[in-house]
């Protein structure tokens, strides 16, 4: 079992729509949860972190949690044609000094105009 | 600006070659980490810095790889005698002391013949 798992994608969404994600983690110990933005042939790029059960807002994106669940989820509301990316899920354990991120092979999101 | 910079953006090498890569972090960052990414999957950790000093390696790090952070500041991977399998992104990312947020620099993007 992988440790972080997205759904591969590709996830197609109309413009103007809401474009959901998904990302389940195996980790228990697990604290700390990000989601990152990655265009083709480009390094992500930090869109979001949420540490505590619930909701966050933040503009157009929500994140969500649910640690009973080990569920982590985006949320991006009217969604635009420049939100097409990758998205991918990381999490951190509090295994170790490092603290590193492990991801998931993130969910290839097209909107579509 | 990711906080950091990474050179050069892209390597090409022939097979069997030694290359060096150096992340270089805007300013004097106490976390920094390298990362690998090859197409279709997340990025996988490599090796963490807390100023110096290499406090975690990953088993992806094989005796062919090795990462210094003298000084504290500026950072280098070098791969030896690479192999196809070493084709990859290879991304610097850095952290302040205090959080789990993780920012990433621009990537190095290697091919190896």
């Known amino acids: 079992q992988k440790e972080v798992e997205q759904n591969s994608g590709p996830l197609s969404v109309p413009e103007g729509a809401i474009a959901s994600l998904n990302c389940t983690y195996s980790?228990?110990?697990?604290?700390?949860f990000f989601w990152y933005r990655q265009y083709s042939g480009k390094s992500p790029e930090l869109i979001m972190f949420?540490?505590?059960?619930g909701d966050k807002e933040d503009g157009r994106f929500t994140a969500q949690l649910n640690k009973a669940s080990q569920y982590v989820s985006l949320l991006i509301r009217d969604s635009q044609p420049s939100d097409s990316a990758t998205y991918l899920c990381a999490v951190n354990t509090n295994a170790g000094s490092a603290r590193q991120l492990t991801f998931g092979s993130g969910t290839q999101l097209t909107v579509l105009p | 600006d990711t906080g950091v910079s990474q050179n050069p953006r892209h390597k090409i090498t022939k097979r069997g070659q030694n290359v060096t890569f150096r992340c270089d972090p805007i300013s004097e960052h106490n976390r920094l980490y390298w990362y690998r990414q090859t197409l279709g999957q997340g990025p996988e950790f490599l090796t963490y810095?807390?100023?110096?000093?290499?406090?975690?390696k990953s088993r992806l790090l094989s005796d062919r790889f090795s990462a210094e952070r003298p000084k504290g500041s500026f950072s280098t991977l070098e791969i030896q005698r690479t192999e196809q399998g070493d084709s990859a992104m290879y991304l610097c990312?850095?952290?302040?002391?205090?959080?789990?947020?993780?920012?990433f620099g621009p990537g190095t993007r290697l091919t190896v013949l």
């Open positions: 949420i540490y505590s059960n």
């Open positions: 990312a850095w952290a302040a002391a205090s959080t789990d947020t993780q920012y």
């Open positions: 980790d228990r110990g697990s604290q700390s």
């Open positions: 810095f807390q100023n110096e000093a290499q406090l975690e």
